[in-house]
C-alpha cells in the first residue's frame, strides 16, 4: 500500500483508526526463539496481531518517518513493525536491558539479528533514556519504557526536546503512563494544549502527540 505521509493529526489519526486492522502484515516469524518468554502465548495471538504490530505498522505507513527513536525495545516487534512499513527508515533504539536480565532472555542479539536478516539501518544501545537530557532527532519517537509516572514524564520531555515532531505512546490505558504524559505536556513543557489523539483497542491503548515541530531536519 502507498500512502503520502500524512502531515496533520487529524489525518493521521483518521488513516491510522482505518487502516490498522485490515492490514495483512504478521510479526510472529519475528518471535521464533523467544518461546520462553511469558508474553509468548499472548503475543502469538490474533488480538496481538492486529492490535499491536499491526498498529505499529500503520503508524509507520502513515507517517512515514525517515528516522525513528524508541524507548524500550525488549523483543523488538514494535521496532519491527516500524521498519517492515518504512525500510529505509533510520532506526534507533534505546533499552537499559532489565528485562533481559530479570527473564535471562538474550533480547538484544534476538534484535540485531533481525536487524542484519533485514539488512535495515538500525542501531541498538543498551543504554537508560532516563540519563538522556533529550533523545537524536527523529521523525518518529516511540515511548514504550519506563512505565512509572516519572519515567514517562521524563522520556516524553525528552521526546520533546529532541524536535521530534511525532511521538507515540504506549500503555496509555495506564494510568501513571497518561498522568506523566501530560503533566509533562503541561508543566514541565508548559503547553497550554497540545494536539494528541487516542487509540483505544490497541493492546494497551496508544496516544499519538502531534509537537508541530522539527519538519525538515
Not at 52 to 70: G, H, M, N
Not at 164 to 191: M, N, Q, S, T
Not at 196 to 208: A, E, K, V
Amino acid at each position: 500500500m502507498t500512502l503520502a505521509a500524512a502531515t496533520s493529526l487529524h489525518d493521521a489519526s483518521e488513516r491510522i483508526s482505518r487502516l490498522y486492522r485490515s492490514m495483512p502484515f504478521d510479526h510472529r516469524r519475528f518471535l521464533a526463539g523467544l518461546e520462553s518468554h511469558p508474553d509468548y502465548p499472548a503475543h502469538m495471538s490474533d488480538r496481538y496481531r492486529d492490535e499491536y504490530a499491526c498498529f505499529k505498522y500503520t503508524v509507520a505507513l502513515a507517517l512515514k518517518p525517515r528516522s525513528i527513536v524508541e524507548v524500550g525495545v525488549r523483543g523488538g516487534v514494535s521496532a519491527l513493525s516500524f521498519l517492515s512499513a518504512c525500510p529505509d527508515a533510520l532506526y534507533t533504539g534505546f533499552d537499559n536491558n532489565r528485562d533481559a536480565r530479570e527473564q535471562g532472555i538474550d533480547f538484544t542479539s534476538h534484535v540485531r539479528g533481525w536487524f542484519t536478516r533485514l539488512d535495515v539501518r538500525a542501531d541498538l544501545r543498551i543504554e537508560d533514556s532516563q540519563l538522556l537530557d533529550r533523545f537524536p532527532y527523529a521523525d518518529l519517537v516511540h515511548i514504550d519504557g519506563d512505565h512509572s509516572f516519572e519515567g514517562v514524564r521524563h522520556d516524553v520531555v525528552a521526546a520533546w526536546r529532541s524536535g521530534a515532531p511525532w511521538i507515540l505512546c504506549d500503555d496509555a490505558d495506564d494510568c501513571a503512563v497518561v498522568a506523566g504524559i501530560f503533566y509533562a505536556l503541561k508543566f514541565d513543557l508548559d503547553r497550554g494544549s497540545a494536539e494528541w489523539c487516542y487509540f483505544p483497542q490497541t493492546w494497551t491503548g496508544n496516544i499519538l502527540i502531534r509537537t508541530n515541530a522539527g519538519e525538515g531536519q
